[in-house]
Nanobody
């Protein structure tokens, strides 16, 4: 059974940086994709970025391009979301998710079977 555990959220002022971590266990498929999502109060869960098991990254939303970077350390079975130049509109609960499918739209939540519990990111102006 896959387990994902996020950490690293917190409160930061606009322009600051945070790095989120997602410790993954129970998913070792070569087809594994790991996605980062966020959900603000009253809004739909939004894809932020995803990364393949070989380290190829895709950004899902234009609003984070150039500011957020997804990466991973396969030896530690841990994925990261490095966030810089944070804005108040980045405030949300952030989730990591894992898929073992070879194909699909990995920017959408329905492509993922396994989810972490989320970590809150709050950006103040």
């Amino acid at each position: 059974q896959a387990q994902l555990l996020e950490s690293g959220g917190g409160s930061v002022q606009a322009g600051g940086s945070l790095s989120l971590s997602c410790a993954l266990s129970g998913v070792t498929y070569s087809s594994r994709r790991l996605g980062w999502f966020r959900q603000a109060p009253g809004k739909e869960r939004e894809g932020v970025a995803w990364i393949t098991s070989s380290g190829v990254e895709t950004t899902c939303t234009d609003s984070v391009k150039g500011r957020f970077t997804a990466s991973q350390d396969t030896a530690k079975n841990t994925a990261y979301l490095q966030m810089s130049n944070l804005k108040p509109e980045d405030t949300a609960m952030y989730y990591c998710a894992a898929s073992i499918d070879w194909s699909g739209d990995f920017c959408t939540k329905n492509s993922y079977a396994y989810w972490g519990q989320g970590t809150q990111v709050t950006v103040s102006s």
